[in-house]
């Protein structure tokens, strides 16, 4: 139904910056939430950044201040600029999207951030 097309992972040294990109496609064209989440080795998935489609955003109080979740023009993008990494960001991110009670995930893309 849905595809979701992440970019922009990496690695990077401490306090450098990131900016991930995920596209979605399919028989949906809008969704009602839009945002990230990350697993990092050996933890539980956890939510990064989440933008609504009335552009309420809601952050994980760790990232708070360092990273920015927007959506792009289309409705059908959502992006997450990534500032001031440190080691501990380094983690799997991963694009979710939500329409009514569905939900859908990306594959993830790894971001490293070294010390």
């Known amino acids: 139904q849905v595809q979701l097309v992440e970019s922009g992972g990496g690695l990077v040294q401490a306090g450098g910056s990131l900016r991930l990109s995920c596209a979605a496609s399919?028989?949906?064209?809008?969704?009602?939430?839009m945002g990230w989440y990350r697993q990092a080795p050996g933890k539980q998935r956890e939510l990064v950044a989440t933008i609504t489609s009335g552009g309420s955003t809601n952050y994980a109080f760790s990232v708070k201040g360092r990273f920015t979740v927007s959506r792009g023009n289309a409705k059908n993008t959502v992006y997450l600029q990534m500032n001031s990494l440190k080691p501990e960001d380094t983690a799997v991110y991963y694009c979710n999207v939500q329409f009514a009670s569905l939900n859908f995930w990306g594959q993830g893309t790894q971001v490293t951030v070294s010390s």
């Open positions: 399919g028989t949906i064209s809008s969704f009602n939430t």
